[in-house]
């Protein structure tokens, strides 16, 4: 039980084994109840990721008059019923996005163009996490954007938006899928250019509503809104989210004596910069009984053991592995050689400053870490653990670190790691079907 939010990992005693279905995607789920509640019709969603993140988002909808039904108790399968992109209510409330980046980023290129005043906040990270870099282009759209700072919380006064080119400075497929949404109330086409591709999510889910979306030879987006979406005929089936696989994966690689299968993980190429690190370092990863689900790739993943060494990532893997970052700096830390990442900035305004927090986790259960501005040097080696570590409420620092901890010469106790049901509510239970050790401390300190 999580009485407290905090983790106790600790040494495996043994090789993971088993095979896993992993929860739904949460970048896919975010967009998938999005465009189903701006569509005309009724739209099935199958594989829904049940976390606090993708429900605060369903819960915005729902206080602006969708009806969503769950089917199971799960919530993994529901029921939108379409309100069509002009038939959201004001809310009577605050809407609050909790600790979700992409449900509020998102929804601001939703809330941008309605013929309503409302106000979105979020918790104490999200508040601080910067929204200028969505407000500022919404803005050139014509949209009205108040808040202190351009900070949460922030009050968006409706208004009627136009297209616009967007060049954006960071890869970021919330600042791209925030506009794309806007250019679906937008006069005009609205074309946006990123410095390197970011996940696509929302270029690929469009068109099964019927808006069609094209990426040029120049890499450069383009949308011409057709002022209607609809609902698709077929159900959307959204794949097991490989930023959660990625934690036993590496867990797997890193623990002698595992062998695991983790099954149907979405294979976007924007995703899964991850594996290609992983596989640089030596990891076994085999990929077996690839498929297409919707608009996306997925593949079972079979993992065995094998003895890692550091790489340097090329700053072109950065984007399509930069919620990973904690985990590969776990994997680095017990690693041959000196890992070394630069060009990922970004992660220093995710959920933490994941540089930051992942460097102090790590150097207090033992490893040796360089911090620079855009990212670090982590000289891998040994973990002593029996140490207790602050994961700043923020859920990849508590997955890494619990990862970790398997391969520590003792316990490693987590704390605020509550955060996990953000994006993987059943981590504690899968790591202990696969053998890891880990639970919930049951005593509130
Ligand atoms: C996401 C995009 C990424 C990622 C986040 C989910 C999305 O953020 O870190 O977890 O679903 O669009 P950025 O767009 O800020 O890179």
Redesign the pocket.
């Known amino acids: 039980m999580n009485v407290g939010g905090t983790l106790i990992a600790g040494p495996a005693s043994s090789g993971l084994s088993g095979t896993l279905t992993i929860p739904g995607d949460?970048?896919m789920s975010?967009?998938a109840i999005m465009l189903a509640s701006l569509a005309d019709g009724i739209t099935d969603i199958h594989g829904f990721l049940p976390g606090d993140d993708c429900l605060a988002t369903a819960q915005m909808f729902v206080a602006m008059g969708v009806r969503i039904d769950w089917l199971n108790d799960e919530k993994t399968s529901l029921k939108v019923y379409g309100v069509g992109l002009h038939g959201l209510k004001k809310p009577t409330d605050i809407l609050e996005a909790g600790n979700s980046?992409?449900c509020v980023?998102?929804m601001m290129g939703i809330l941008a163009a309605q013929p309503f005043d409302c106000v979105l906040s979020g918790d104490s990270s999200l508040q601080k996490r910067p929204m200028k870099r969505v407000a500022d282009p919404l803005r050139k759209m014509g949209a009205n954007i108040t808040g202190e700072h351009d900070l949460l919380p922030l009050t968006i006064h409706g208004s009627p938006l136009h297209g616009i080119h967007h060049t954006s400075k960071?890869?970021?497929?919330?600042?791209?899928?925030c506009i794309l949404f806007a250019g679906l109330y937008a006069q005009g086409e609205t074309t946006i250019t990123e410095p390197r591709p970011?996940?696509d999510?929302?270029e690929r889910m469009l068109p099964l509503f019927g808006q069609s979306i094209d990426v040029d030879t120049q890499c450069v987006i383009h949308l011409q809104a057709t002022g209607k979406l609809t609902a698709p005929t077929e159900p959307i089936y959204i794949p097991a989210d490989p930023?959660s696989a990625c934690f036993f994966a590496v867990a797997a690689s890193l623990i002698p004596d595992s062998q695991i299968t983790l099954k149907s993980i979405g294979m976007n190429p924007l995703r899964n910069g991850w594996q290609r690190i992983l596989s640089d370092m030596g990891a076994d990863l085999t990929l077996q009984h690839s498929t297409i689900v919707g608009k996306e790739e997925v593949a079972d993943i079979h993992i065995s053991h094998q003895r890692l060494h550091a790489i340097d990532v090329h700053p072109a893997d950065v984007?399509d592995a930069?919620?990973e970052f904690p985990a590969m700096f776990a994997a680095a830390s017990l690693a041959e050689g000196t890992f070394k990442l630069t060009e990922a900035t970004?992660l220093r305004?995710?959920e933490s400053d994941r540089i930051a927090v992942m460097s102090t986790a790590l150097r207090l259960a033992g490893a040796d870490i360089e911090e620079f501005p855009d990212g670090a040097h982590v000289l891998g080696g040994t973990l002593k653990g029996g140490v207790t570590i602050d994961a700043h409420g923020d859920h990849r620092i508590a997955m890494s670190m619990a990862v970790a901890a398997q391969c520590a010469e003792s316990d490693i106790c987590i704390k605020n790691a509550a955060t996990i049901t953000t994006s993987f509510p059943d981590f504690v239970p899968l790591a202990q079907l696969l053998g890891m050790n880990v639970h919930w401390d049951e005593v509130e300190r």
Not at 170 to 177: G, L, R, W
Request: no cysteine; glycine share 4%.
């Open positions: 949460k970048s975010h967009r980046g992409t980023r998102l960071i890869a970021s497929a919330q600042v791209k899928s970011s996940r999510h929302t930023s984007p930069i919620d970004e305004v995710k």
